[in-house]
T-cell receptor
Framework: GENVEQHPSTLSVQEGDSAVIKCTYS??????FPWYKQELGKGPQLIID?????GEKKDQRIAVTLNKTAKHFSLHITETQPEDSAVYFC??????????????FGKGTKLSVIP | IAGITQAPTSQILAAGRRMTLRCTQD?????MYWYRQDLGLGLRLIHY???????GKGEVPDGYSVSRANTDDFPLTLASAVPSQTSVYFC???????????????FGPGTRLTVL
């Protein structure tokens, strides 16, 4: 089955600096890669995603890059703010057919933005 | 708009007791999921249901059962709780057709369960 490795497990940055979280996956058939943000006491929430036919996607201060050949993808947060502090999860999705897919999460990265 | 609600918010349970965690969504999503979240292990899928009347096993199904009698509700039952089932449990649902075969999962607020 799919195995998703996520690094680092914890990350501290100064406010205004950039943060990068990296994930690797093992199943070359995975074709969709969402990123979730989990704030304290809440459930995870999708913040950005990328399909396997795209190398990069950006949404304001958040960007995700994908290298299919190397089977790794990364989340980039620029100009970090205290409200970016949360646990971030990457995931790899293998779509098998209409309505059928397998989703595997990484183990999470706790990001702390220091004011 | 409530989205997904879970009950209870937290629970302390004696080992051997039966417990049902409730999950209700009002988005008319076809698919629903139960995950457990443990420190250092991320989110692991327990059971899922692609549509009302069907269920399937995830990565860690042992000791848990689910039912899907209707679209909105997806209860998770621990028939005889054990301490290793101490965890935070999240229910999720998905259903928006984005045309890519994968639908975004929306998560509930979670239930913190402690089994003593």
């Amino acid at each position: 089955g799919e195995n998703v490795e996520q690094h680092p497990s914890t990350l501290s940055v100064q406010e205004g600096d950039s943060a990068v979280i990296k994930c690797t996956y093992s199943d070359s058939a995975s074709n969709y890669f969402p990123w979730y943000k989990q704030e304290l006491g809440k459930g995870p929430q999708l913040i950005i995603d990328i399909r396997s036919n795209v190398g990069e996607k950006k949404d304001q201060r958040i960007a995700v890059t994908l290298n299919k050949t190397a089977k790794h993808f990364s989340l980039h947060i620029t100009e970090t703010q205290p409200e970016d502090s949360a646990v971030y999860f990457c995931a790899a999705v293998r779509v098998r057919g209409a309505g059928s897919y397998q989703l595997t999460f990484g183990k999470g990265t706790k990001l702390s933005v220091i004011p | 708009i409530a989205g997904i609600t879970q009950a209870p918010t937290s629970q302390i349970l004696a080992a051997g007791r039966r417990m049902t965690l409730r999950c209700t969504q009002d988005m008319r999503h076809n698919a629903m999921y139960w995950y457990r979240q443990d420190l250092g292990l991320g989110l692991r899928l327990i059971h899922y249901s692609n549509t009302a009347g069907t269920t399937g096993k995830g990565e860690v199904p042992d000791g848990y059962s689910v039912s899907r009698a209707n679209t909105d509700d997806f209860p998770l039952t621990l028939a005889s709780a054990v301490p290793s089932q101490t965890s935070v449990y999240f229910c999720a649902s998905s259903g928006s057709d984005r045309g890519i075969g994968y639908n975004e999962q929306f998560f509930g607020p979670g239930t913190r369960l402690t089994v003593l």
